[in-house]
């Protein structure tokens, strides 16, 4: 028997409100593969992995996580990190590095956390390069450190499967690029991650597919899209995800398509 994939979605749509912002997303994703989900703002890749992560409900079809029925059953956070969005590490509240990271211990049912945990936050924090800063009060940290914090804190777990949205926006390029040799580490231990990227950047080498999504639908599920020389320069933001030698998961077209908005490239 099969073992389920980490993530899987069939004909998967949501509605906020009167809008309906996913329509009929299917997508897998495997063990051991970092996919990037790419598109334009409102194109519902946030979204989607809110609904993914039981955040948002699911109006029609289905989604799976490690084989748990999305629609049915509360998610085991035991196999995956999420860290969501514009999140900062403390929200205001003074704490340590360390403190934060073993506040991803807690639950209803266990409000304590011994030294064990203490020594698995700190194993947490030593992944994401901020060993010598768990005593650091997080208020004084850089954007890309809090990343970094909600990282190991989404870590403390031991999770199989890492879901980060948009863990660029807002941080410096030396930051990004520390993230980026976060995530390489990550990747080599096997992690399988799902990440959600208003452009590819620094994260670009890491990726193995890209899907793009264009109003609530899959538009490209196949090779990420390539580095463009000089498009990471002032007024250079276009790069194109091309389909793979094979063909892409689904039958989604094999399109060349232009990452930010979903539209065929001719």
């Known amino acids: 028997m099969s073992t389920p994939p980490p993530i899987r979605t069939e004909s998967l749509t949501v509605t906020l409100g009167a809008s309906t912002v996913l329509r009929g997303v299917d997508m897998t994703v495997r063990d051991g593969e970092?996919?990037?989900l790419l598109g334009a703002n409102g194109s519902g890749k946030s979204t989607l992995v809110k609904a993914l992560v039981g955040v948002v409900p699911i109006r029609r079809g289905q989604a799976w996580v490690y084989g748990q029925d999305v629609t049915t059953r509360r998610i085991d956070f035991r196999r995956i990190g999420y860290v969501p969005q514009r999140v900062t590490a403390a929200a205001g509240v003074p704490a340590t590095a360390l403190e934060v990271v073993t506040s991803g211990?807690?639950?209803?049912a266990r409000l304590r956390v011994g030294r064990a945990g203490r020594v698995?936050?700190?194993?947490?924090?030593?992944?994401?390069?901020?060993?010598d800063r768990a005593k650091d009060s997080?208020?004084?940290?850089?954007g890309g450190q809090h990343q970094r914090v909600l990282i190991a804190r989404a870590l403390v777990r031991d999770p199989d499967l890492l879901v980060l949205d948009e863990?660029?926006?807002?941080?410096?390029?030396?930051?990004?690029?520390?993230?980026a040799a976060t995530l390489r580490g990550l990747r080599a231990a096997g992690r399988?991650?799902?990440v959600v990227l208003h452009e590819p950047g620094e994260l670009g080498p890491l990726i193995d597919r890209a899907v793009v999504l264009r109003n609530g639908r899959v538009v490209h599920d196949g090779a990420p899209p390539p580095a463009v020389p000089g498009h990471d320069a002032p007024g250079h933001d276009h790069e194109h995800a091309h389909a793979g030698e094979g063909p892409p998961d689904h039958h989604v077209p094999e399109l060349t398509v232009d990452w930010r908005t979903g539209e065929e490239v001719r």
């Open 34 to 36: 970092a996919v990037a």
């Open 105 to 108: 211990l807690l639950s209803s």
């Open 120 to 131: 698995r936050a700190m194993e947490a924090l030593e992944q994401v390069g901020l060993a």
């Open 138 to 142: 997080v208020q004084i940290f850089s």
């Open 167 to 179: 863990p660029l926006a807002g941080i410096d390029r030396a930051s990004k690029q520390a993230l």
């Open 192 to 194: 399988t991650l799902l």
